[in-house]
Nanobody, 128 residues
Framework: QVQLVESGGGLVQAGGSLRLSCAAS????????MGWFRQAPGKEREFVSA????????YYVDSAKGRFTISGDNAKNTVYLQMNSLKPEDTASYYC?????????????????????WGQGTQVTVTS
């Protein structure tokens, strides 16, 4: 069983920063990519960012470009999300996920179904 544990969420004022961490543990597994999604109350879970380990390719939702940075260590099955210039609209529960098999399609990283294991989430609240 693979488990993902997120940390680093919290309460921050607009313009502030937070760094989310996600660590995977459990049985050995193939780690193709890791991603971050978020879900605000009453809304669907949406893609935020992902990293494909082969080639170190990173992906971002448009609203995160220039503000968020994803990084990590494939060997340690750990991924981070540095979030700067936070806005109230970034308020949500943030979920880490791992894709254990290669995915195809030009925007595979956007889809919840591309990921096989999910964390429990960490809350990010940005006040104005």
């Amino acid at each position: 069983q693979v488990q993902l544990v997120e940390s680093g969420g919290g309460l921050v004022q607009a313009g502030g920063s937070l760094r989310l961490s996600c660590a995977a543990s459990g049985r050995t597994f193939n780690n193709y990519a890791m991603g971050w999604f978020r879900q605000a109350p009453g809304k669907e879970r949406e893609f935020v960012s992902a990293i494909r380990w082969s080639g170190g390719i990173t992906y971002y939702v448009d609203s995160a470009k220039g503000r968020f940075t994803i990084s990590g260590d494939n060997a340690k099955n750990t991924v981070y999300l540095q979030m700067n210039s936070l806005k109230p609209e970034d308020t949500a529960s943030y979920y880490c996920a791992v894709a254990t098999v290669p995915r195809i399609g030009s925007r595979w990283y956007n889809y919840l179904s591309a990921y096989d294991v999910w964390g429990q989430g960490t809350q990010v609240t940005v006040t104005s």
